[in-house]
């Protein structure tokens, strides 16, 4: 009897024919399959056991010292019309792309156990929710797929009762970076990734199906798939407001979602909720709001700079049960990174030598943590909620050291897309390649929208129709910098002084003057009480720079022209408002 099993079983057949594995596994993601995993990987010298006094459960992982971070450039997107991809990709046919991977994957499982990994990103139960299944040759990619994903024996079981899956293909190869592809085909929900074994390039479920996969689902279905944390503050009234952030990659999403609010914000009954860090999954519910899911299970974050300062909930929650990946180790096997300020100190890098700063920092700069986000102490109940949360803001924001003001609003649903596809910010350690540059990463999906960017524009602009209530959109720049190049803003709990304005502006309960950019706060508008903020630091905050705009809008119009011509009319308008409105 034909079984709604048969694709999966045929690809899987189809597969270990290509690439020739000893032994074909399927996850069931029981904790006695983790156990034999974690046992095999602990024998070969893949885990490290970290000291289980102070951190039970967790490892270490060394990954090669060449596979450290995504690698955009050898990321593709493979549609059959090249302009589908857009210039905001790197594009191959997709005959071709699948004849190089399929030539990689030739044999490349030979002595090893072949894993078929069942997954479904989202809770279980949620129409919002979508399943995959990725075959890989790698048991640390197992493990961290069991944290960050719903995954095992109930995703088969969806996969069974939906017949739909997104694939996905891996194997980490002989990870030699000239043979290194991750190879996305969309139009039949593939993905292929060959030569890495880190992180984004190999965990398939979270930037891959996520981002590149569910972003292209998204425009078919008519729901939006975004680079953007999810957290949901409480007011002293005792009601939630769920507002989602997109940052560029390393601008502190995981620090906003897990935020603990300045002592006299909690005496006053704020209270703050992390439903996810990284990626949210957004449409239109009856009521015409929009209704957000976390489609993962856990948290792939950046361990340095991570500390009881910058952010308690998140080392709270790494206290266990965690996998580590390129951290430094102390003298009794604790884990250790830069900014972790707990008074012990590294005995070996994240390359296994002895530690000194003349060679190397301790931990490698984008050295991560894998953990439940059930552990998260702020961790919100409704993050499992298959509904998803109703979403009041949308907030963009960039690392800029100079110009863009702390905070400002979009006059409405076009201008805040436009707010948007503005985004640019200076870039950080978390892809390869140069460090400190400023790049424009519309919605922070740079490297993540599987189409267009012109076609992703006219998708958010679509959402804005009869019957929408549209969440308010705004903007923030948390890195401002002075004269002296320090931060003019404190950041981190404080910032929940920012997200108090936008709430205000939700319920129509506070002010903003009208500027040519969009709606910014006075001084006043904001609770600034307790900071030690000069004259200068105001004035940069929470002031307006005409020409300084204008010169930004120009550079806009350069940009926004090489998604011609499919940037939508409508957004070009609108850009052509604000430039005539900064005169
Ligand atoms: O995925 C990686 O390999 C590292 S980059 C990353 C990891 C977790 C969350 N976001 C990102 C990102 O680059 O946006
Ligand atoms: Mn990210």
């Known amino acids: 009897m034909p079984s709604r099993l048969d ?23 029981s904790d006695a399959e983790h156990a034999a995993l974690i046992a095999r990987m602990e024998a070969d010298g893949t885990l490290v056991r970290l000291n289980q006094a102070t951190h039970p459960g967790s ?63 989202g809770p279980i139960d949620s129409p919002l929710s979508r399943c995959g299944v990725e075959i890989t040759d790698s048991p640390y990619v197992v493990v961290n797929m069991r944290i960050m994903t719903r995954m095992g024996a109930p995703a088969l079981a969806r996969i069974e009762r939906e017949d739909r899956f997104v694939k996905g293909l891996h194997s980490t ?77 390393a601008c502190g999403k995981t620090n906003l979602a897990m935020l603990i609010p300045p002592e006299g914000y909690r005496r006053a009954g704020w209270k703050v909720w992390t439903v996810g860090d990284d990626i949210c999954w957004m449409r239109p519910g009856a009521d015409g709001r929009l209704y957000a899911i976390n489609p993962e299970a856990g948290f792939f974050g950046v361990a340095p700079g991570t500390s009881a300062k910058s952010n308690p909930n998140a080392l709270a929650t790494v206290q266990a049960n965690t996998i580590f990946t390129n951290v430094g180790v102390t003298a009794d096997n604790q884990p250790w990174w830069e900014g972790l300020d707990n008074g012990l100190t590294p005995a070996l890098d994240w ?47 960039g690392r800029r050291a100079s110009l863009v003001p702390l905070v400002f609003q979009a006059r409405d649903w076009t201008h805040g897309v436009l707010v948007g596809a503005a985004m640019g910010s200076e870039t950080t350690a978390a892809a390869a390649g140069a460090v400190g540059v400023l790049r424009r990463d519309p919605m922070a999906m740079k490297p993540f929208s599987g189409y267009h960017f012109g076609d ?128």
């Open 59 to 121: 490892w270490l992982h060394r990954s090669h010292p060449d596979d450290v971070a995504r690698v955009e450039h050898l990321t593709f997107v493979c549609t059959t019309e090249r302009e589908d991809a857009g210039p905001n990709n790197h594009w191959m046919a997709p005959a071709e792309a699948h004849a190089k991977m399929d030539a990689l994957f030739d044999g490349c499982m030979q002595g090893r156990t072949m894993y078929v990994i069942p997954y479904c990103m």
């Open 456 to 583: 992703y524009f006219a998708h958010w602009l679509a959402f804005d129709r009869a019957g929408a209530q549209l969440p308010a959109i705004f903007h923030v720049n948390w890195f401002r910098k002075g004269e002296d190049g320090k931060f003019l803003w404190p950041g981190f709990g404080e910032n929940l002084r920012v997200l108090e304005w936008m709430i205000g502006r939700v319920e129509g309960l506070v002010g903003a003057v009208e500027t040519p950019i969009g709606l910014l706060p006075r001084p006043q508008d904001l609770d600034l009480a307790g900071l030690d903020l000069t004259d200068a630091a105001r004035a940069a905050l929470f002031g307006f720079d005409r020409d300084g705009w204008r010169a930004e809008f120009d550079a806009l119009a350069a940009d926004l022209a090489t998604y011609a011509p499919r940037v939508p009319e409508a957004l070009l308008q609108e850009h052509a408002r604000v430039r005539q409105a900064l005169g």
């Open 173 to 249: 190869g002989e990870l030699d970076p000239a043979r290194r592809f991750i190879m996305h085909f969309p139009e039949e929900l593939t993905i292929k990734s060959y030569g890495s074994g880190y992180g984004g390039n190999a965990l398939l479920g979270k930037k891959c199906h996520a981002l590149r996969i569910a972003s292209w689902q998204a425009r078919q279905e008519g729901w939006l798939a975004e680079h953007m944390l999810i957290v949901g503050i409480q007011t002293p009234q005792g009601k939630t407001h769920y507002i989602a952030a997109a940052f560029p990659s």
């Open 7 to 29: 694709a999966l079983n045929r690809w899987v057949d189809d597969v270990a024919r290509l690439t020739r594995p000893a032994a074909i596994h399927w996850c069931d993601g």
């Open 351 to 397: 390359r296994g030598e002895p530690f000194d700063p003349a060679t190397r920092p301790a931990a490698h700069p984008n050295a991560r943590f894998t953990v439940s986000a059930r552990q998260c102490p702020s961790y919100s109940p409704m993050a499992e909620d298959p509904q998803g949360v109703p979403i009041s803001a949308i907030v963009f924001g």
